[in-house]
Nanobody, 119 residues
Framework: QVQLVESGGGLVQAGGSLRLSCAASGRTSGIVRIAWFRQAPGKERERVAASTWTGELAAYAEPVKGRFAISTDNAKNMVYLQMNSLKPEDTAVYFC????????????WGQGTQVTVSS
């Protein structure tokens, strides 16, 4: 099993920045894809960023392109999401997810961290 623990959420003013961290532990060998998702109240969960476990082939949802950046530190089993120029609509619970398959659903999820952006 893989355990994922997010941290770094909080309250920030619009235009500010936050960096979310995700610590992976357990049987991390074989992880091929990692991603950050978010879910706002009353809305469906959406994937905002994804990459390979080595940080390559990064992809972003349109609303966050140019503002968010996903990165990894494999030596520390860490995944990060740098969020800049934050907007009130970025307010959500952010989740880290991982999978050991090239395609398909993400099998491993963290508990989430709250990000609130005030206007």
């Amino acid at each position: 099993q893989v355990q994922l623990v997010e941290s770094g959420g909080g309250l920030v003013q619009a235009g500010g920045s936050l960096r979310l961290s995700c610590a992976a532990s357990g049987r991390t060998s074989g992880i091929v894809r990692i991603a950050w998702f978010r879910q706002a109240p009353g809305k469906e969960r959406e994937r905002v960023a994804a990459s390979t476990w080595t940080g390559e082939l990064a992809a972003y949802a349109e609303p966050v392109k140019g503002r968010f950046a996903i990165s990894t530190d494999n030596a520390k089993n860490m995944v990060y999401l740098q969020m800049n120029s934050l907007k009130p609509e970025d307010t959500a619970v952010y989740f880290c997810a991982a999978r050991k398959s090239i395609a398909g659903n993400y099998a491993y999820w963290g508990q989430g961290t709250q990000v609130t952006v005030s206007s």
